[in-house]
């Protein structure tokens, strides 16, 4: 459930977007308006970029310490075989993250 805060930002950004198709599909999109939208998908993808190599550094020291592939642990981990110690929750989260990010970087940079 949505906190009104979000709920409300969510309806502006939704707002935005379809002001923007609807600049877009009429016609009336500047060349300064592709240029900033083509740079926040620049930053964006950079961003992500640093969050996948980032996490995935942090999911190889648990690989390394567990000797396993993180996809192989995530799999074990959620059918309840590995129990739920600490370092396992971490490890299930750093790969929720890293799984996040490299779904961000693919929709930023057109691959979805």
């Known amino acids: 459930m949505q906190t009104p805060l979000v709920k409300r930002r ?13 600049i877009y599909e009429s016609g009336q999109v500047s060349e300064l308006m592709d240029q900033t939208i083509d740079k926040l998908f620049s930053l964006e993808a950079a961003e992500a970029q ?3 190599e980032e996490l995935g550094a942090d999911l190889l020291r648990f690989e390394e310490r567990f000797g396993m592939a ?10 309840g075989e590995l129990g739920d110690g600490a370092d396992f ?3 299930a989260s750093f790969y929720d993250m890293y799984r996040n990010a490299k779904n961000r970087l693919a929709a930023v940079s057109g691959d979805v």
């Not at 993180?70 to 059918?79: G, K, L, N």
Request: charged content about 40%; aromatic content about 14%.
């Open 89 to 91: 929750i971490e490890w």
């Open 50 to 52: 640093r969050d996948v």
């Open 10 to 22: 969510t309806t502006k950004r939704k707002e935005r977007l379809a002001q923007l198709i609807h």
């Open 70 to 79: 993180s996809e192989v642990f995530y799999q074990r981990f959620e059918a």
